[in-house]
DNA sequence: TCAGAATGCTCC
DNA sequence: ATTCTGT
DNA sequence: ACAGAATGAGCATTCTGA
């Protein structure tokens, strides 16, 4: 895969280098880097609607047969295939297909910032400028790029669509709608990109300028560089296992959202999602709590504390830092639910306006004063990270951390972690293979949660009572399954999640035929859910399925212990998955709408009863 | 015109 | 997010 | 060991029908 492609990047660079940016990104099947904003913003809907205007098909048989292919995609090439050809149409080119991506993704920004956001030259003093420093960014941009006019931005973009697709032959329906819709599905997505692309320049040293900002250990301030991520570990003894003779430290893991905090020298501040998204203009307050002089003085409040301090010393004049952002109550001192943090607002967030406060956790730094620490061990660069920060209770916060190899000692953190509202502990080695490896290479370091663990966490024996069609890979079978739980006073079922992971493939074929004979035509009269859940097809209760969960959350769609807990809303499941399934349990012996309250409220209990953070470092 | 539904997108 | 699978 | 592709809940925003 990685010569062919690669071979193919040559033969770009040797023919038409100006085609390479487009070919490098159509292979990726980006349109930006992430930090752009940009976004196509077609989802399967509208690309329906295109995909049966372009080939002149009815909505409805297009999504039929996409129900039954599994991929709109070939839906696509079918309706090509079909269609006669009056004349040749003008041949696509990786230009044009491009340029049409990017035209589609600024209808979005048009439509959606255009009319939103106060259209002046921004100052410096001027709270807007960090606000909407992006939006106004990217207006600029359009006004250059973008002439047309006329229709709404929808229409436009459907436009497009529907040019490519006529213009397409042969296999290029297919492809062009995945790559709308994101699903190429050939094996082959960004980090092969990336690899044969720097093989490719390797050969060819005459390419002018390296088209992706690739994340080289050189990086920019202000650019946001993959994070390194964690892989799942069931103990603890697994962790002693692998760290074996290693120097490690455990952190709390923070149950918010990650945050990659850029500080430049001229005292500008970025942050930026896990997936390299801009999210500056959504947490103002972690910006003006590093850099509120510069920006801001009209709107600093002495009443509010959150904002009116500065966390980093003056020695750091620019740096990179690696944090989790939580949802906080200052006035209690306590971490509060990821659900909570995720009611945030998301853009164009003000001060004044701020519903949700937050506190930033760091552990980690990537770069400080001109100095990439990438290549530095972690405990050097904890060493940079304690030494140039200061900690403000509730504000900015270094993760806990303990160094210990002792099985009881961790075990014992890990209670801890929990019972100050965290998910689970981060194990990192301090001293070997502890460099930072963005998102690129190994998962150098572990998570650990209860939830993994067998025989602990919440396990839930539900029902199938519905399933939805797979599609790609699981074409041909059901691709998840709606689960209920049993309430015993009603005798009826209640929705309490979907799920479409744990399954081995011939376990989900399994499935899938064994529930094929229990479908149904209509829902059963004792079945309880929002008439929004619309699967395509629906079982008389049969099976049992054992599932796992890290949580349980109140629910706006699902249906469990509806009337227990809160009247009008049910109760659902954080990240389920498939266990296995229980053969000996009827679906009237299922986890019983008392049974998840119970649960519920134990969480709840056990969040109530968390203790403040402390630190020991 | 507005509220609910649909959509697109993010995150844990 | 979690999980499974092919390379 | 890793990259990729299946899939989850739930949010804010946009669209649409009464
Ligand atoms: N102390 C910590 N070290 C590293 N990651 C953390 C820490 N606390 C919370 N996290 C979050 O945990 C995520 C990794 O877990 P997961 O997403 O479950 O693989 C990271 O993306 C962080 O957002």
Not at 322 to 335: G, L, P, S, T
Not at 373 to 395: A, D, I, T, W
Request: proline fraction near 5%; charged fraction near 25%; glycine fraction near 6%.
């Amino acid at each position: 895969m990685t010569e062919i492609l690669c071979n193919a990047f040559r033969t770009v660079i040797a023919t038409t280098p100006g085609n390479l940016l487009a070919t490098v990104y159509l292979t990726a099947n980006k349109i930006a880097p992430p930090h752009e904003g940009l976004e196509l913003g077609i989802g399967e809907a509208s690309l329906v609607k295109a995909l049966a205007e372009a080939y002149g098909r009815k909505e409805e048989h297009v999504k039929k047969q996409n129900s039954e292919l599994g991929d709109l995609g070939l839906v696509a090439k079918a309706s090509r295939s079909t269609q006669r050809l009056m004349f040749q149409p003008k041949p696509l080119t990786i230009d044009k297909v491009f340029s049409a991506f990017l035209a589609i993704a600024k209808q979005l920004l048009e439509s959606h910032s255009f009319d939103k956001y106060p259209f002046t030259i921004p100052n410096s003093k001027d709270v807007s400028f960090i606000v909407f420093k992006r939006p106004i960014m990217v207006m600029a941009f359009d006004l250059l790029w973008c002439k047309e006019s006329g229709a709404n931005s929808h229409d436009k973009k459907k436009n497009h669509i529907k040019g490519l697709l006529v213009a397409a032959t042969e296999c290029e329906p297919l492809y062009i709608t995945r790559l709308l819709q994101s699903k190429m599905r050939i094996g082959l997505a960004e980090k092969t990109v990336l690899v044969a692309l720097g093989q490719a320049a390797a050969y060819s040293e005459t390419c002018p300028n390296p088209p992706l900002q690739t994340q080289s250990p050189l990086e920019e301030v202000g650019v946001p560089i993959g994070p390194m991520l964690a892989k799942p570990t069931k103990a603890v003894s697994e962790i002693i296992d692998k760290f074996q003779g290693m120097e490690f430290t455990c952190e709390y893991k923070y149950d918010g959202e990650r945050a990659q905090i850029h500080y430049m020298e001229d005292g500008s501040v970025e942050i930026y999602s896990r997936n390299a998204e801009w999210n500056t203009g959504k947490y103002p307050d972690v910006v003006s709590s590093i850099s509120r002089e510069k920006f801001i003085p009209a709107i600093c409040k002495p009443t509010n504390s959150s904002s009116a301090v500065l966390f980093k010393k003056d020695t750091a004049k620019s740096f990179v830092l690696d944090c989790e952002i939580v949802a906080y109550d200052h006035e209690k001192q306590k971490i509060l639910p990821f659900q909570v943090l995720s009611t945030r607002a998301r853009k164009g967030v003000i001060l004044s306006g701020i519903k949700v406060t937050v506190c930033t956790f760091a552990f980690d730094i990537l770069y400080i004063n001109g100095q990439p620490l990438l290549q530095e061990q972690l405990k050097v660069r904890r060493q940079h990270l304690y030494s140039s920060f200061e900690e403000v209770p509730g504000v900015f916060q270094f993760a806990t951390a303990t160094i210990t190899n002792d099985v009881e000692e961790i075990q014992k953190f890990l209670e801890a972690a929990v019972n100050s509202s965290c998910e689970g502990l981060i194990i990192k080695t301090l001293d070997k293979d502890a460099t930072y490896e963005p998102s690129k290479r190994s998962n150098n370091w572990l998570k650990l949660k209860k939830d993994y663990m067998e025989s602990i966490g919440d396990s839930l024996d539900l029902v199938p009572i519905a399933a939805f069609h797979g599609r790609g890979k699981r074409t041909g079978v059901y691709g998840s399954f709606l689960l209920a739980c049993y309430d015993e006073q009603n005798e009826e079922y209640q929705t309490i999640c979907n799920i479409g992971t744990g399954f081995s493939e011939s376990q989900l074929e399994e499935r899938s035929a064994s529930l094929r004979n229990k479908v149904i035509p209509t829902p059963k009269p004792y079945y309880r859910y929002a008439d929004t859940v619309n699967p395509d097809v629906w079982f008389e209760p049969a099976e049992v399925w054992e599932v796992k969960a890290a949580d349980l959350s109140i629910s706006p769609v699902h249906r469990a212990a509806s009337g227990i807990v809160y009247p009008n809303k049910g109760i659902s499941l954080r990240f389920p998955r498939l266990v296995h399934v229980r053969d000996d349990k009827s679906p009237e012996q299922a986890t019983t709408s008392d049974q998840v309250a119970d649960m519920y409220r134990a969480q709840k209990i056990n969040h109530a009863n968390n203790h403040e953070e402390e630190d020991d470092d």
